[in-house]
């Protein structure tokens, strides 16, 4: 007998079960509309708390340089400094080289680069000078609200000189003034003759997400999770059926079996997934972004999930119990969901959860998925793949021990 | 040489001899009966013999070869008939017969002929396409047999294969069994059902409590045990001479009489009929009804136990 045939079978028994199938396809799919149509606000909701966020500025301008704007405090100092800002920013001076880095050890959530001359421009552009400038934030829209958050801010902070720029006869009333006014709107259509730009580098130019990317991600990759339990009891179910002695007569030895049944665990998170981003594409026209990595984080999330099916079967089979995979089921599918981010984004949960969802299947796929959809290059998404290949090869090597060790009574 | 010996096959699971010291040997073309009550130790004699236990002791050898240390050779002859339905219920009957048609290596044409032959013999061709979970339970017990008969065994293991079905379905299987014994196959098979083995076997094993207590053909056993026909005879009238005269007859063992029934114990059932019927008409009584209840495997169980076979 060939490995493939025992796949084939295994596949075609989990396909013809209605309430397999109604559970690994039909309730992931309703869960992606569902929470995609009602939990949208949690990516746009500015009522969301969240921690101190931490904010490298690298300022190319010398002291003397800033000067101009110090006098008028229309640095953007003065904002940072801001008590209800403080209250969300927490900002360092840095380099540029240790600003980089530290935002690549996600110690800064976002980067803050302000261009040499700066200073000099804004402030020549209060009298009548139209030279461009633009400052530069660098940032993770997968790690979500922080870097928009920032983002705004310093928006907030370029609007507010357009507008003084705009309207040269206020400055005079915003000289005499300690803080920064509220300016008409009807300056609004002068701003466009003045080029002070922010602009917005996320890193590897990435694009933002929206619920509908995010959920079909992190429920898809919840849901393959069930798949390994489903696959838990495919040893036992043999044995008990006594198919698994008729077998042995047949001469399939049991590694073979084993490893047909891997595969055929392997071959459902397969077209499991093909099924669920099926949807997902034509259902909300997304885009999964470069086609080579994705398959890539949809292989490594398999074999982690094979990798787990493959000790979940054992484990069943070796101690006669289906408890294994229901277990799993039941609440170690539910607790890897909650971690890893299936359920909430984790930039909404404390930051406990972010490192926790690293041992997660599912959290270190969400986390490659979004960054491959964001534009993120291959580097950034390679260690969640590594770490679910780490995953996989983890739990199949401690299921294969204990596979291995006989029992002593059979031929 | 016999085709299967067995010498001395020992299996314990902890204080349950389920196997204890048991021998015998099966010759190519036996219809091999394994007879005993539920627990008796027909089962884990099987799977000894299927190589899907290792003995505690003993030896089996197929064809002169030791099968617990090449059991290849027993795998690659043996069809083997599990007493539960083996099959993969949510798979339709073809599904199920290509999947154990591949397990023993046929492929292609090869296998869907082998499907189509056995579907046929089965008598399943018209439901292939259904599920088996939508089969009778006759139908699956067929299908299970059809499934140990795909590669051509020589050699098959039959375990409780008639159990809990419908008495068509089983007539059904006895006559495919015979059929498979006619065109040379080798079967053991195992039943607590008598009238099977009795109807079925050439050869018979009766296991109990995990050993053989007794075992040739039918005849061989019962003339072991030296069992007795039971005769009850109706005649017209009755009378002290005619008892006497039966009596005295050198095949009846005992004879008593209620009203005009009279009942016998004899040795043989031709020898003392030709007999008893003489003494009958020679004391000028007419016969009315003559009734012989020969003695059987049961007979030969609750002689050697002292219990019967399904207690």
């Not at chain 1, 084993?258 to 499991?272: D, E, M, N, P, R």
């Not at chain 2, 699971?13 to 009966?33: C, M, N, P, Q, T």
Request: glycine letters at 8%; proline letters at 2%.
């Amino acid at each position: 007998m060939k490995v493939r045939d025992i796949i084939k079978k295994d596949m075609l028994l989990v396909l013809s079960n209605l309430k397999a199938l109604v559970f690994i396809l039909l309730m992931p799919i309703v869960l992606i509309v569902i929470l995609s149509l009602s939990l949208g606000a949690v990516f746009q909701d500015e009522s969301i708390k969240i921690d101190i966020i931490k904010v490298g500025v690298v300022d190319n301008n010398t002291s003397l340089q800033r000067l101009p704007l110090q006098i008028l405090q229309a640095t953007p100092y003065d904002l940072l400094n801001n008590e209800r800002i403080k209250e969300i920013i927490d900002y360092e001076e840095v380099d540029l080289a240790s600003g980089q880095d530290r935002l690549e050890k996600r110690e800064y959530s976002t980067l803050i680069i302000i261009p040499e001359g700066f200073y000099s421009v804004v402030a020549s552009n209060f009298i009548n000078e139209t030279t461009a400038t633009q400052i530069e934030v660098i940032g993770y829209l997968n790690t979500s609200f922080e870097t928009n958050i920032v983002l705004s801010i310093v928006n907030a902070y370029t609007d507010q000189l357009c507008n003084i720029m705009a309207d040269n006869k206020i400055i005079s009333n915003y000289l005499a003034s300690e803080k920064f006014a509220s300016f008409s709107a009807s300056l609004q259509e002068e701003l466009a003759a003045h080029q002070l730009d922010l602009q917005f580098s996320a890193t590897g130019n990435r694009k933002s997400i929206n619920q509908f990317y995010y959920y079909s991600i992190a429920i898809t990759c919840m849901f393959i999770l069930y798949t390994a339990g489903q696959g838990g009891s495919f040893l036992l179910e043999e044995s008990q059926n006594k198919t698994l002695d008729r077998l042995s007569v047949a001469g399939v030895t049991k590694s073979k079996l084993l490893l047909g049944k891997s595969t055929a665990i392997f071959a459902l998170c397969i077209v499991q997934l093909a099924v669920l981003f099926i949807f997902s594409t034509l259902a909300f026209s997304l885009n999964w972004g470069n086609i080579l990595i994705f398959f890539a984080i949809a292989l490594a999330l398999s074999f982690s999930v094979t990798g787990i099916g493959t000790l979940l079967m054992i484990a069943s089979y070796r101690t006669g119990s289906h408890n294994w995979g229901t277990m799993f089921q039941a609440i170690g599918a539910q607790l890897f969901a909650l971690i890893g981010g299936s359920f909430i984004p984790l930039s909404v949960l404390p930051k406990f959860f972010s490192t926790a969802a690293l041992f997660t299947p599912n959290g270190l796929a969400i986390m490659a998925f979004t960054d491959n959809v964001q534009g993120a290059p291959f580097a950034e998404s390679a260690p969640y793949i590594v770490g679910n290949i780490l995953i996989g090869a983890v739990t199949l090597a401690i299921g294969l021990l204990w596979f291995k060790r006989t029992k002593g009574d059979k031929a | 040489m016999a085709l299967l010996e067995v010498k001395g096959l020992k299996k314990y699971y902890k204080d349950i001899k389920a196997v204890d010291d048991i021998s015998f040997s099966v010759e190519k073309g036996d219809l091999f009966g394994l007879l005993g009550p539920n627990g008796a130790g027909k089962s884990t004699a099987i799977s000894l013999v299927a190589t899907l236990l290792a003995p505690l002791a003993g030896s089996i050898t197929y064809k002169g070869v030791d099968i617990l240390s090449s059991p290849a050779i027993m795998r690659n002859s043996l069809g083997l008939v599990p007493q539960e339905i083996a099959l993969y219920p949510n798979l339709s009957g073809w599904d199920n017969l290509a999947f154990w048609g591949k397990a023993y290596g046929l492929r292609g044409a090869k296998l869907n002929d082998r499907i189509a032959e056995v579907a046929d013999l089965i008598g399943i061709k018209d439901r292939l396409k259904d599920k088996v979970k939508k089969y009778s339970g006759g139908m699956q017990r067929r299908l299970n047999i059809g499934v140990a008969l795909l590669h051509k065994p020589e050699f098959l293991i039959m375990d409780e294969a008639t159990v809990g079905i419908d008495p068509q379905s089983r007539s059904y299987i006895l006559e495919t069994v015979k059929g498979l014994a006619q065109n040379g196959a080798t079967i053991i098979y195992t039943s607590h059902y008598i009238e099977e083995v009795e109807a079925l076997c050439n050869k018979v094993c009766i296991m109990d409590k995990g050993k053989i207590i007794a075992s040739g053909s039918k005849e061989q056993l019962i003339a072991g045990v030296g069992a007795d026909y039971k005769i009850t005879i109706k005649t017209d009238g009755q009378s002290e001479l005619l008892l006497e005269r039966l009596k005295e007859l050198p095949c009846v063992k005992a004879a008593d009489a209620t009203g005009n029934e009279l009942h016998l114990l004899a040795k043989g059932e031709e020898a003392s009929g030709s007999a008893i019927l003489a003494a009958i008409a020679e004391n000028g009584f007419r016969l009315i009804s003559y009734d012989v209840e020969k003695p059987n495997l049961e007979t030969v169980f609750l002689r050697l136990t002292g219990r019967a076979l399904r207690d």
